[in-house]
């Protein structure tokens, strides 16, 4: 165990200075992901600034849509009234991820911000520039079965695992920022994760010590909303690829760097095309990596598949 620090927040602009301020320094909200980083010596924080109590948990209506503090967790979204009857591709994702215990300690923030799943990541005896820049990508040619098809580089391959923000892409959510200067910020949840690029260890536009206190969500699109997900098995089992869909909004998940919007989808299906004519626009930029090539029939069938179910529900 490496040593650290820890305190409690006082206040959101109080944990944000502290963590801009102190090298090595991270949030610590429901901690599931990042302390088992820590266990793997992944994350090496110096410092850990507990947000998980602070009062940035509510739910509450904005401008005919719905605000969810930062530190809420995924089973009190889930089961919030006002989200079940207006999201429900939302409710779909966040309980197709993770377990029920997971989901309890979970919070917004950190669900959007969680790191990837690759196996080369996950193993520091293995070369990998998200986690030691300038090591290589050792999924590149290793076991990459559940690598990107979609925005990855010959630096990076790794896919992200949210579902949550799968959803609230397809949604047109956004996160609203608090800065180690007091400002405040939104961006778009389609904009806040980059492509790997050569510099896949920045994986978020956020800058040092700034805090998501809150997602924001438009009001709902009309038609209907679905979400689907395919992975090894029920449980305990990291996605294979997933599709959200939200009126005539699509979002990809797990073939991607980052939630991925399907925009050559939503196109074609505004000009008038068929769900399997639809999804082929999306796939024509789609690239194997070796053993993932699986994946792109996936998404195919997954798509044409979520979008019929959500034209019965609309």
């Keep these: 165990m490496r040593p650290f620090t820890y305190e409690r927040a006082a206040d959101a602009l109080s944990a944000v200075k502290t963590v801009a301020s102190t090298p090595g320094a991270k949030f610590l909200a429901g ?55 207006l999201y429900p591709v939302l409710v779909q994702s966040i309980v197709s991820g993770g377990s029920g215990q997971l989901r309890n300690k979970a919070t917004v923030g950190g669900n959007l911000l969680q790191r990837t799943r690759c196996a080369y990541f996950y193993d520091t005896t293995k070369p990998c520039n998200k986690r030691q820049p300038g090591s290589g990508c050792g999924a590149l040619e290793g076991l990459n079965r559940n690598s990107a098809i979609f925005g990855a580089s010959d630096h990076c391959i790794a896919t992200h695992p949210s579902d949550m923000a799968v959803a609230l892409t397809a949604l047109g959510a956004s996160v609203e920022t ?67 869909v939200a009126g005539g909004q699509v979002a990809f998940g797990a073939v991607a760097h980052k939630p991925w919007r399907a925009e050559k989808v939503e196109a074609a299906l505004a000009a008038g095309a068929s769900p399997a004519e639809a999804v082929e626009a999306e796939l024509s930029t789609a690239r194997a990596n070796g053993r993932n090539a699986f994946k792109i029939d996936v998404i195919r069938r997954l798509t044409a598949a979520t979008l019929t179910e959500q034209g019965r529900g609309a």
């Design 178 to 244: 608090l800065s180690p200067d007091g400002a405040s910020r939104t961006i778009a949840v389609r904009d806040l994760h980059r492509l790997p690029g050569d510099a896949p260890q920045i994986e978020t536009d956020l800058g040092p010590g700034e805090l998501i206190t809150a997602v924001v969500i438009p009001p709902p699109p009309k038609g209907g909303q679905a979400y689907a997900k395919v992975r090894d098995r029920a449980s305990y089992a990291g996605g294979l690829a997933s599709v959200a």
């Design 31 to 85: 901690g599931t992901n990042l302390l088992d980083l820590m266990k793997l010596d992944i994350e090496r924080p110096t410092h850990l600034v507990d947000v998980g109590r602070l009062p940035l948990a509510g739910i509450e209506a904005a401008d005919g849509g719905l605000r969810l503090g930062g530190a809420a967790t995924n089973s009190q979204v889930a089961a919030h009234a006002t989200v079940r009857s």
